[in-house]
């Protein structure tokens, strides 16, 4: 009998012991696969190459890819204009960043229908149509942030119409008057692109831009930062609010 309370006491140690082991195993496992725990903050690469991209990608820990193109007739032809996720953003190792690059040679692309978007859809549309979003022009409607209509350089578009990639679209977008504010992020130390996308999260647009006096070409203004906001962070604003900033490449100008 005592033997045989053994072998029982002995199966069930063996089989305790068998299923820690394979328990910390696939927890090493998953660590491993899912990189838990070792993050690290999206680089800026907006206006680099794709080669010094890809550098400066690897010395942050990610990888990039290459997946859209646009025309911005003042930047330099094959730089990156836009990334995902945005800069600073928190990010797994090893993951990859997405770029949009400034094409050497224009394109057109067929127009979406936005009616009825909302102002983060129609913003991702616009993107994945190769186009930026512009201003949000606000008028009296039954709902918020449902897009009306759009134009292109004072234009009117209507859905199919061919538009050259890279081409700004404004929204004329519904407000309710009980569903008609919004705060103010911070946005010093963005670049122009990554501020103005910043507060179009937020249904707000970019007023007055001023330069520094040592920011002399279209490359200078799309690496300068900002160091100064009109309207101070957390502050509320109505929908469609211009915020205007002041850019420097100086960075001992930004604020602690």
């Known amino acids: 009998m005592a033997t045989k309370h053994k072998w029982i006491w002995g199966n069930i140690i063996g ?9 910390l195993a696939a927890g090493i496992g998953l660590n491993v696969i899912t990189r838990h725990g070792k993050t690290v903050s999206a680089p800026d690469l907006t206006n ?9 990608a690897h010395e942050a820990g990610v990888t990039v890819k290459v997946v859209d193109s646009v025309f911005v007739r003042r930047l330099s032809g ?21 770029l949009t690059i400034n094409s050497i040679v224009p394109r057109k692309v067929v127009m979406p229908n936005l009616y009825g ?11 994945n149509r190769g186009l930026n979003l512009g201003r949000l022009n606000y008028v009296r ?11 292109c350089e004072g234009k009117e578009l209507s859905a199919g119409d061919l538009v050259v990639s890279g081409s700004t679209i404004d929204l004329t977008v519904g407000v309710n008057a009980e569903d008609n504010s919004t705060s103010v992020p911070r946005l010093t130390g963005m670049k122009y ?25 279209y490359a200078d203004s799309m690496n300068a930062v900002v160091y100064k906001q009109g309207t101070a962070a957390g502050a509320r604003q109505n929908l469609g609010a211009n915020v205007s900033i002041a ?3 100086d960075q001992t100008k930004l604020p602690e």
Do not use: C
Request: proline share 2%.
């Open 15 to 23: 089989a305790a012991v068998f299923f820690l082991v394979v328990f």
């Open 48 to 56: 680099m190459t794709v080669q010094e991209a890809e550098k400066a």
């Open 78 to 98: 094959g730089v990156v204009y836009r990334q995902m996720p945005k800069p600073g953003a928190t990010v797994k190792k090893g993951r990859s960043l997405f």
């Open 117 to 127: 978007y909302s102002v983060t859809e129609a913003r991702a549309e616009l993107q």
């Open 141 to 151: 409607d039954i709902a918020t942030n449902n897009v009306l209509s759009w134009t």
């Open 193 to 217: 692109v990554n501020a103005t996308d910043v507060l179009h999260d937020h249904f707000l647009n970019v007023g007055k831009v001023s330069f520094d006096k040592e920011i002399k070409s």
């Open 247 to 249: 850019l420097t490449l």
